[in-house]
Structures are given as structure tokens and as C-alpha cells.
């Protein structure tokens, strides 16, 4: 094989690129506060990461399955773009469970608070949006 064809068989796409990236970005730990008050999953937990978002056990397993869920599904352009726009959607469901939850009680299991809701609901809507807008093709006639 020679080296052309070994570069251009590791090239990726932009949409591969954004699917990785948000994947490498579910292994990179944060700096929790509180780190002696996390709980399994329940929404008494007190760990905070970055001080702001409310995080468990669960929740920080939740995020990793992302990120390995991403790391596998870059590999292709087709599969990149499944990861988007299909995580986009699950952040985006889970932003509205956490809209109509009372976040003091068991419900909020996984747990969540306001700071979570709003980051649930930023990531679905770019993920959602890199998903699509990475895998446009271009209109027949456009830029003429």
C-alpha cells in the first residue's frame, strides 16, 4: 500500500471529525467539586463539575458511553452522522426531562439541575446541527 493511499484512507470527513471530537470530549474528566457528596444515582448527590453542573456516578457513566459511542462512530461518514443527529436528540430529550422533573425529588435520578439542563440542551441542538450541516451537499447551479 503506498503512502498516498494510507493517508487518504485515514482522511476524514468534516462530520467524522465533529463525531470524534465530541467523543474524545466524554473522556476528558473535569474538575468536581463536592467529590465526597456524589451518589450512584439520586438526586441528593452535591458533586458539581466545574462547580455548575450537578453530576453522579450515572450521569458521568451516561457521558462516557457518549464518548465511546463517538470514538467508534467517527469511523465512518454515514455512521458520524448518526451519532450527531441521534445524540443530539437524546441530549435533547433529556433536557426536557429535566424541564418537568421536580428536581428535589427521586425522579431526578440521574440527577440533574438548571446549569444541566441548559448544557443538555446546547448539545443536542449542535450536534443536531453538525450533523446536518456537515453532511449538506452542496445545491446543482449554487454559486453561480
Do not use: C
Not at 58 to 63: G, P
Amino acid at each position: 500500500m503506498s503512502a498516498q493511499h494510507r493517508t487518504a484512507s485515514i482522511a476524514r470527513t468534516p462530520v467524522q471529525q465533529a463525531a470524534l471530537l465530541v467523543g474524545v470530549l466524554g473522556f476528558i474528566p473535569g474538575i468536581t467539586t463536592d467529590y465526597d457528596t456524589m451518589k450512584f444515582a439520586e438526586h441528593g448527590s452535591g458533586a458539581k463539575l466545574l462547580g455548575v453542573f450537578q453530576v453522579s456516578v450515572l450521569h458521568n457513566i451516561v457521558h462516557l458511553l457518549f464518548g465511546i459511542a463517538g470514538v467508534a462512530m467517527a469511523r465512518a461518514p454515514l455512521t458520524a452522522r448518526n451519532f450527531l443527529i441521534g445524540g443530539g436528540v437524546i441530549y435533547l430529550a433529556l433536557w426536557l426531562y429535566g424541564l418537568f422533573i421536580d428536581h428535589d425529588s427521586s425522579a431526578n435520578f440521574v440527577p440533574l439541575n438548571t446549569a444541566d439542563n441548559w448544557l443538555h440542551f446546547a448539545l443536542g441542538l449542535a450536534m443536531i446541527a453538525l450533523g446536518v450541516l456537515l453532511t449538506r451537499r452542496p445545491r446543482a447551479g449554487a454559486g453561480r
